[in-house]
């Protein structure tokens, strides 16, 4: 089974700033990997798949690049509403599909 | 729009049964495989289970395979999670998720607690 390994675990980001995550697979999944975004008492929101393919209404500040094993997310530049969980998770050994397990963004 | 409503959750003893729906709305359910995804309090997400939309496939994680079923009835726009021999740690929310390989889109989630 492939394993996700996300870091940091906690980003600290004023706002206005770039954020960038990271994302490494233990083989190589392609460009098989979706990123979401989870709020605390909501359910997770698909904000990138195909590694870079942006979802449906999810703004240009977001996006995502990468293959095989290694993967980012960027936001460009911070808004209030960006500060939350996000989860990787790849669908190339499907299934399962393999979640990370998350990076905060938190307010700096 | 695509809804997706959770319902049946709650409170069950170690050992026992529970069925979860979830009810589509805003999408023409027979296209899309259909999976339910549990969080655990203060955890990360976890696949648990899909169904294709003619239920021919169906797939489990290792956590759950032989005791939750998931299943789906098209005519009623409805996905199921039976669940049996319930232990303390399938205590989580469950999702309902559309989509094969990522979901675009996910219910509420409904909670699960499994306690004496």
């Known amino acids: 089974e492939i394993v996700m390994t996300q870091s940091p675990a906690t980003l600290s980001v004023s706002p206005g700033e770039r954020a960038t995550l990271s994302c490494r697979a233990s083989e190589s999944i392609s460009t098989n990997l979706a990123w979401h975004q989870q709020k605390p008492g909501q359910a997770p929101r698909l904000l990138i798949y195909d590694a870079s393919t942006r979802a449906t209404g999810i703004p240009a500040r977001f996006s995502g690049s990468g293959s095989e094993t290694e993967f980012t997310l960027t936001i460009s530049s911070l808004q209030s509403e960006d500060f939350a969980l996000y989860y990787c998770q790849e669908y190339n050994d499907w299934p399962p599909r393999t979640f990370g397990q998350g990076t905060k963004i938190e307010i700096k | 729009q695509v809804q997706l409503v959770e319902s049946g959750g709650g409170l069950v003893k170690p050992g026992g049964s529970l069925r979860l729906s979830c009810a589509a709305s805003?999408?023409?359910?027979?296209?899309?495989?259909m999976n339910w995804i549990r969080q655990a309090p203060g955890k990360g997400l976890e696949w648990i289970s899909c169904i294709s939309g003619n239920s021919g496939y169906t797939k489990y994680a290792d956590s759950v395979e032989g005791r939750f079923t998931i299943s789906r009835d098209n005519a009623k726009n409805s996905l199921y999670l039976q669940m049996n021999s319930l232990r303390v740690e399938d205590t989580a929310v469950y999702y309902c998720?559309?989509?094969?390989?990522?979901?675009?889109?996910w219910g509420q989630g409904i909670l699960v607690t499994v306690s004496s």
């Open positions: 998720a559309r989509g094969k390989f990522y979901s675009d889109y």
């Open positions: 805003g999408l023409t359910f027979s296209d899309y495989y």
